[in-house]
């Protein structure tokens, strides 16, 4: 009997009849479908799929671990499988578990994992790729560093310089710590998570991503601190840094108490950690409400001890709105001799080697472009809408929008806020503020300067004020940016970084100026705060070490993902145990990505 149709489609059909329905493509699309998943992990997921599929067709492989999950039939009893699957497959050390006091946690369990920066430094020694690519991606710029960074003011005696070769061996390491919102978030009644990372600075100065920068060390819900809490966090991660900073295993815990003979413990004491390298902890990262109620600096709003760094005041003769050249409060700089007759915190963290007041750094990120610039941005585009352009206030706000809006056109750095109501410029209350994020402020000094000069009133002194402030801050910005460890600096070079430190005093000297001129005018405007004075401690700093280094950009980009990171584990968990569950996805996540 003859055949019907030929060999192809023979075969299309033989193809269509084995067929069949996808029960993880159906689940997929439906997830897709109701927004609980994204395009791109949809696409990822099927990739993977095919290629279990590919491995398992050709080579007859099998995945036991994928078949053990699927057995499960509770989501609790999986959590928990997963849990001791994720615990039991990773290579890097587990998280140190230990009983630190926390309300509402049972005293008799450990209550917290920290993953230890002494244990972190060595899993990313001993691994393939993680030293290169998160501690010290290039030996030859760590003498480069310290050529530099040893002139630093809390570098006065400290206890490194007296290590013979420490220039090809001493790893830079700066702590951060910020909260984060998690449950709750944007609500009155919004619960956050106190978090602490650190980073190599040899990384940051490499470019590194803050994915592979910043490494989690530790995280708790700020409503559940006891008074006891922090001292004894604070208290262990001294130890773990102490034994970052010798370099070697330690023979005793952190309470103090020498490890049992025989112990994995007992046997690697002595032993060097990362073959020479050792971590030494020089600079504290954070905003000021994180330094003054967590590190125990000086409240930065105080009017008699408002800064960390020297001994300047809001008003009498170490004022900090006096700017000019050599000034009272720049005589008054601390050093490490006598810091602590200012401000003498009981952080166990500042009775680490060398460790003082003056490595609290000044943070560019909350200090200039979420402080300085977003008050004077926010009163410059008042008075153009107010007293330079000639329609409604609202109609000219549009205007000065879509004025960036084509600036920017060709620029890699733009504004992305939309100015579509007077509230992104003007709060119903107090000053104004130009909305927006530190990356926003940080794209407007082009813009902002070319629309001033455009529209501003030549004849008018403050006008004049304002548009030289514009100037020397565009040119403070290039320096920065053409000095940047993007292009090889660690450090803004001596000269240029004098004549940054002198347009900065001259840009806060005009400001003063401007608020006084409107204050007498009974006109609310160009409102002044010490954030202004901390940025200039860090233009003056940047001689040593180059702002961009220092500043929270990486820590804030690693809060947001630890808040996707908590909120995963919040289902079923007590508060204590959120944390320990988050550690140990940190740590599986570490390897996973082959990061360790």
């Known amino acids: 009997m003859k055949r019907r149709r030929g060999q192809q489609q023979r075969l299309q059909h033989a193809s269509a009849a084995m067929e069949a329905e996808s029960a993880l493509e159906s689940l997929l699309m439906e997830s897709f479908a109701s927004g609980a998943i994204s395009g791109a992990f949809c696409h990822a997921v ?9 491995e398992a067709r050709d080579n007859g492989s099998t ?72 501690i010290l991606p290039n030996p030859d710029h760590l003498a480069r560093f ?17 290590r013979p070769g420490f220039e090809q061996c001493a790893i830079p390491l700066c702590l951060h710590g910020d909260e984060v919102p998690v449950v709750g978030v944007g609500k009155i009644w919004c619960h956050s998570v106190l978090q602490f990372s650190f980073n190599s600075l040899m990384a940051t100065a490499a470019g590194r991503s803050a994915e592979d920068c910043q490494i989690l060390i530790w995280g708790i819900f700020e409503k559940y601190v006891l008074p006891e809490t922090m001292p004894a966090f604070f208290g262990l991660l001294k130890w773990s840094f102490d034994i970052c900073y010798s370099g070697r295993w330690p023979s005793r815990d952190w309470r ?12 690697r004491a002595g032993s060097q950690l990362c073959a020479g390298y050792f971590g030494v902890l020089l600079q504290l990262n954070g905003d000021l409400d994180y330094f003054a109620k967590w590190l125990e600096t000086p409240r930065w ?34 050093t490490t001799a006598n810091w602590r007759s ?20 000044m943070d560019l990120l909350h200090n200039l472009y979420l402080g300085w610039l977003q008050y004077f941005y926010g009163s410059t585009v008042t008075i153009i809408i107010e007293d330079c352009l000639p329609n409604s206030p609202l109609q000219n706000l549009a205007y000065v929008s879509a004025f960036i809006k084509d600036y920017q056109k060709n620029q890699k750095r733009k504004f ?24 926003d402020m940080q794209s407007l000094h082009d813009a902002l300067l070319a629309l001033f000069t455009e529209e501003m009133d030549e004849t008018n002194t403050q006008h004049r004020r304002i548009r030289l402030f514009l100037e020397l801050n565009k040119q403070v910005q290039d320096s920065l940016d053409e000095f940047s460890p993007t292009f090889g600096f660690m450090a803004v070079p001596e000269e240029e970084a004098s004549a940054i430190f002198r347009k900065g005093l001259t840009m806060a000297q005009l400001h003063v100026m401007l ?38 950009y990486k820590g804030e980009a690693t809060m947001h993902r630890l808040q996707v990171l908590w909120k995963s584990c919040l289902p079923g968990c007590k508060h204590w145990q959120v944390g320990m569950r988050a550690a140990l996805k940190e740590r599986y996540l570490l390897w996973l990505k082959g990061k360790v």
Request: proline residues 8%; positive net charge; charged residues 20%.
């Open 46 to 54: 099927i990739k993977a799929a095919v290629q279990d599929i590919t």
């Open 63 to 134: 995945f036991p671990l994928m078949e053990k999950l699927a057995h499960i039939v509770h989501s609790k009893n999986f959590n928990l499988a997963l849990e001791v699957a994720l615990k039991n497959k990773a290579e890097l050390m587990a998280p140190m578990e230990v009983s630190i006091p926390l309300q509402g946690a049972p005293d008799n369990q450990p209550s917290c994992r920290i993953m230890l920066p002494h244990e972190m430094l060595h899993g990313k020694y001993t691994s393939s790729s993680g030293w290169q690519k998160s």
């Open 146 to 162: 310290w050529s530099t960074f040893k002139g630093h003011p809390c570098m006065q005696g400290h206890d490194v310089l007296k």
């Open 256 to 267: 103090g108490v020498k490890y049992a003979p025989g112990t994995p413990e007992a046997r």
């Open 301 to 334: 709003s105080s009017h008699a001890k408002p800064c960390s760094l020297c001994r300047a005041t809001f008003r009498g003769e170490l004022s900090w709105l006096d700017n000019r050249p050599s000034s009272p409060w720049q005589q008054s700089c601390l």
């Open 342 to 361: 200012h401000w003498s915190p009981t952080n166990p963290i500042f009775r680490l080697p060398g460790m003082s007041g003056l490595s609290c750094s």
């Open 416 to 439: 992305k806020q939309r100015l579509h109501k007077l509230t992104m410029v003007q709060p119903k209350k107090g000053y104004p503020k130009m909305r927006g994020r530190a990356a």
């Open 515 to 552: 608020f006084e001129h409107f204050k007498s005018e009974e006109r609310k405007i160009f409102n002044l705060t010490p954030k202004t004075h901390f940025v200039l401690h860090s233009l003056w700093l940047s001689r040593y070490i180059h702002p961009a280094m220092l500043w929270c």
